[in-house]
């Protein structure tokens, strides 16, 4: 335990020593190695010390066999200083050991071992060794530096180069780990299901291991209310068959509220990935829960792929180096910074520290982007249309000529100063409090539905502009008409229109105000009148006094203010009418927030177009489909009774009426 | 990354997720702009509000329209369209022969009767419909440079094709100059002529800071065609006001523009003869020539329009509070207590 593995020990100041390891398995390894007296103690070179009970131990190492995650194990080859024997240490996965044991070995108590740890959820490793002679490792250590510097194929041939060496091993034993779950899990996998998103879990375990995993977490619940079928098999028929008999449950299940998931074995999937993909896809959009395990990096990334051609938005959030792939893959890759360092970190998109923040990182910061992106943009598109109309309906009488209502300096800053400011803070707008949306996750389907992005709402600020044009155009042309119908003045008037309507249209859409907001607003007003005067004051400039003319007659400001009252006017009637009798479920949840009564939930969640998250687990990751987010940790406390009674034994897929709040409710209480 | 020792996840994991808000004295505004929890006011449009905001608007925009209305009504203005009268029977076929044509005398006599009290100043203008001055080639054409500082050195290729004639510059040069409104009109009340005073019918600013003293008309309407009027060149551009007030372009195709200013007042029943001097070509384009006599209110000409707007905009601010007065008593939502979201989509 103490050899083989890729720690590199630090000494402290204090004498106290102190691992650096690849991942929390080796780490946790070497530890316990160390408090069964086998203390790892010194790395030079390629000398091992290792002391036992005070008594110091040198070893070499002659080769390492890095791990691959086709092999599934890894192995050194080392001399043992002492008595100059060359031994091969290996250290897997069970199914990689066992069967390189040596005939006549009684494997039988170690994969009994090995089932045990697995129902209690733990990861398993299986440790073994052989004795090899000089002229063997001669042999076979120059065909191993052959292929190591191989050009063509040198994992193929590196591989084929240890499975020379790794046979006939005489088993030592079983370890196994307990990795923890992080808190928050289950709260955040339950609030994320009722937003609607699906959750699978890609791991590279053991089946019974995230299955218990899963149970643990309120992943999958158990009998009866949920339903676990198995996909497996070792030969393309055999999948085809239990395939074919999952996806005839999942079909017939479907309507039903029974909570059915399925899991898949890494052989079994690499089958069906490739000869059964179309059922397999079927089978991927009918679930909202998959277990994968014992699934390799490039097979999480397969699996993405495959989500995501089915037209399904994916996040992928892992911690490990195995997760880069399907973190890269996905439509959104969060990475866990911290437990196995920041390789997942740095290929996401979004980094962060704990699983559950991944709650916060959807329903609160990635709905607020959505509802920001969407008014901005569209607002965007509103500004310049109205320009552009007015423009064009100038046109008309202008003899088609192409003559510009607008002089040069108020067109370029009009875009840049006049009207950018007020929408630049429209970043800080929440329409909906944060604990309201955390109280309710279903206001998630508003955005996965698209409702404020989409043909009609931006026709609607179409028309809205075309309306606001028209408004501006006429009101200016005809209170400006005859000896007032000077071309600067005009524009000028027909600019400030603009100006004063977009100010009350920013206001009227955003739902929050903060003072930032008031200053952007309004100040935008003033500082649109403060540069015009500047302009004005210029006497080369073809603006010269015409804005000091023009704050000077009663009948601009009539004009302005009738120009707001009369495009406004039925603007606000529209929204009052839609938010008083017609309102969305955003706005029934802020006219709750506001009265401050509490909001019941009814009826179930029944999503047309669910997303999935995939999730990832440490060396796990799922892959959700259409919302599924996979990242989740195994949480794994000291007895497996204490954590199921914990989380109130599973029955957050109760669905209907208060019980489903109630639930949910007690199932905070608890943690 | 360092690791420390065999570290599980952290237990202690913080009671909220995000951060909790307030109980941090130490938070500077900053911080609080930085984690989006600046405080905020989250109006909400009640029926209340809304009926109050209805209201307002039209409280305010109906005696305004009003208001506004009566200046409107106040102001008495004399309007007359001469183009087609003044032409004689004889040319009444062919306008645009009889306008071009320098030898055919081009008085017309006509009387205007003034219907209402006319108090002054009393404002002289020349009304052009259909006439494009904002035309985006007549726009252009024109060099404020040269009308600043006169014919030197200055870029004046936008005034083609008035921009030189015979090899010499035309100061100023451009269309819109060239087709300088060249009408005149004199008017006797009574035994009186009545004195249109001439000056000060441009903008000030124009006079002082667009039009230069020492500029002279240089080569002006020389060429074949003639556009509109004739400039003396003895007198520097800044005090040919004609031409100022012209230069101002407009932006509608119908227009009118300062002529000059009567300084006595105008009585009812007055008649008032005029004689106009039919000079500019409105005729090949289709173009109507009009003459306006008016009084200006604090709101300018007259103007039925703003008065009008405002108080279809306030009585329609109105009746839209009356019917969602009228709906929220019949709807009435209950507001308070428990509401209930059903999520079936």
Known sequence: MAICNTVVPIKSKSGAISYKAQSQDEDALVNAAARLHMVYANKNGNILEIRFHGLIIQYEILETLEFTSDRKRMSVVVKDCQNGKILLLSKGADEAILPCASAGQQTRTFVDAVEQYAQLGLRTLCLAWRELKENEYREWSFMFKEASSTLVDREWRIAEVCQRLEHNLEVLGVTAIEDRLQDGVPETIETLRKAGINFWMLTGDKQNTAIQIALSCNFISPEPKGQLLLIDGKTEDEVCRSLERVLLTMRSTFSQPKDVAFVVDGWALEIALRHHWEAFTELATLSRTAICCRVTPSQKAQLVELLKSCDYRTLAIGDGGNDVRMIQQADIGVGISGREGLQAARAADYSIGKFRFLKRLILVHGRYSYNRTAFLSQYSFYKSLLICFIQIFFSFISGVSGTSLFNSVSLMAYNVFYTSIPVLVSVLDKDLNEETVMQHPQILFYCQAGRLLNPSTFAGWFGRSLFHAIVVFVISINAYAYEKSEMEELSMVALSGCIWLQAFVVALETNSFTKLQHLAIWGNLIAFYIINWMFSALPSSGMYTIMFRLCRQPSYWITVFLIVAAGMGPILALKYFRYTYRPSKINILQQAERRGGPILSLGSIEPLQARTIEEDVSPLSITQPKNRNPVYEPLLSDSPNSTRRSFGSGTPFDFFQSQRLSSYSRNCKDN | ?345
């Open chain 2, 1 to 345: 990354m360092e690791v420390d020792g065999a570290s599980t996840s952290n237990g202690g994991a913080s009671t909220s997720n995000g951060r909790a808000n307030g109980g941090r004295s130490r938070r500077t505004a900053f911080d609080l702009f930085k984690q989006q929890q600046l405080p905020a006011c989250k109006p909400v449009l009640t029926p209340v509000w809304v009926i109050t905001a209805f209201m307002l608007i039209g409280s305010i925009f109906i005696p305004l329209g009003l208001v506004t209305l009566h200046a409107s009504r106040s102001v008495v203005e004399i309007v007359y369209r001469y183009d087609a009268e003044c032409v004689p029977k004889a040319f009444r076929g062919n306008k645009v022969s009889y306008i071009k044509n320098g030898s055919i005398p081009k008085n017309c006599y006509r009387s205007l009767k003034v219907h209402k009290h006319m108090k002054a100043p009393i404002y002289i203008y020349y009304q052009l419909d259909n006439y494009y001055q904002n035309h985006r080639r007549y726009i252009k054409s024109r060099s404020d440079q040269q009308l600043l500082h006169g014919h030197a050195h200055y870029d004046t290729s936008s005034c083609q094709p008035e921009e030189y004639n015979n090899g010499l510059p035309i100061v100023p040069c451009g269309l819109i100059a060239w087709s300088l409104f060249n009408d005149t009109f004199t008017f006797i009340r009574g035994r009186a002529e009545l004195k249109v005073n001439r000056k000060n019918i441009a903008w000030e600013s124009d006079r002082d800071h667009k039009f230069g003293k020492k500029v002279y008309p240089i080569n002006f309407q020389n060429g074949t065609l003639i556009g509109g009027a004739k400039l003396d060149p003895d007198i520097p551009l800044h005090d040919q006001e004609d031409l100022i007030v012209w230069m101002r372009t407009s932006a509608l195709p119908s227009f009118r523009k300062l002529y000059g200013r009567i300084e006595e007042d105008l009585e009812a029943d007055d008649v008032v003869f005029v004689t106009l001097m039919n000079n500019y070509n409105t005729y090949s384009f289709g173009g109507k020539k009009k003459l306006v006599l008016s009084t200006t209110g604090w709101l300018g000409g007259k103007n039925d329009f703003l008065g009008a707007a405002c108080i279809f905009v306030g009585s329609s601010s109105i009746i839209l509070s009356i019917v969602f007065m009228l709906l929220h008593v019949k709807y009435r939502r209950n507001y308070r207590g428990t509401s209930y979201l059903s999520w079936n989509w």
